[in-house]
């Protein structure tokens, strides 16, 4: 079955950076999209960053853009979401996504297949 194990969270100061990380099992990495999603307490689940297969097509919520960068590499089959200028609001439990479809679709939470445990990223001000 599709396994999806997401790393890199942590405590870090408002500006500072950090890099989460997926590894995927369970199938055929390259052949479809990958998402990252966050949520903060109380709050519903929120997209963050998508990618196709192919990783040609990249979309990123305006709240993020400009400060992530959403990668993967194939080969490794690992998705990365590298998170500078990190502010106070960015706090969240993270989730790593993956989709039944190459292509990214929209950042409905609903429209993702499978999901990682989530990894914590708390960001102090």
């Known amino acids: 079955q599709v396994q999806l194990v997401e790393s890199g969270g942590g405590l870090v100061q408002a500006g500072g950076s950090l890099r989460l990380s997926c590894a995927a099992s369970g199938r055929t990495f390259s052949r479809y999209a990958m998402g990252w999603f966050r949520q903060a307490p109380g709050k519903e689940r929120e997209f963050v960053a998508r990618v196709s297969g192919s990783a040609s097509v990249t979309y990123y919520a305006d709240s993020v853009k400009g400060r992530f960068t959403l990668s993967r590499d194939n080969a490794k089959n690992t998705v990365y979401l590298e998170m500078n200028s990190l502010k106070p609001e960015d706090t969240a439990v993270y989730y790593c996504?993956?989709?039944?479809?190459?292509?990214?679709?929209?950042?409905?939470?609903?429209?993702?297949?499978?999901w990682g445990q989530g990894t914590q990223v708390t960001v102090s001000s």
């Open positions: 996504a993956t989709r039944n479809s190459f292509s990214t679709g929209s950042g409905d939470p609903g429209e993702w297949d499978y």
